[in-house]
Nanobody, 127 residues
């Protein structure tokens, strides 16, 4: 059974940092596109970042404009884990953050094209 589990969420003041983790089990995800999405209260879930395998130990990362330069997505294939380092956090980053994996070829920002999802972890940024 494939399972994605997020951790690392919490409360932080604006300007602070958090690191989210997404551990996977039941399948090796090294060749999968893996992404982070988030859903703020009253809003639809939105794309944050994806990492796509581009050969060897190299991954391509694609970021939403709202987080570019502040967030960094990374992967540790030995641990089957993906990370989201979030710096210079803003109150508008407050949301439930979800990790996801896509088994099909090609990267996508469309959440409907992801096959596996975690349960989400809350991130709250106070002003």
């Amino acid at each position: 059974q494939v399972q994605l589990v997020e951790s690392g969420g919490g409360w932080v003041q604006a300007g602070g940092s958090l690191r989210l983790s997404c551990s996977a089990s039941g399948r090796t995800f090294s060749n999968y596109v893996r992404g982070w999405f988030r859903q703020a209260p009253g809003k639809e879930r939105e794309f944050v970042v994806l990492t796509s395998w581009s050969g060897g130990n190299t991954y391509y990362a694609d970021y939403a404009d709202s987080v570019k330069g502040r967030f960094t997505g990374s992967r540790d294939n030995a641990k089957n884990t993906m990370y989201l380092q979030m710096n210079s956090l803003k109150p508008e980053d407050t949301a439930v953050y979800y990790c996801a994996a896509r088994s099909r070829l090609g990267s996508s920002r469309n959440q409907d094209e992801y096959d596996y999802w975690g349960q989400g972890t809350q991130v709250t940024v106070s002003s």
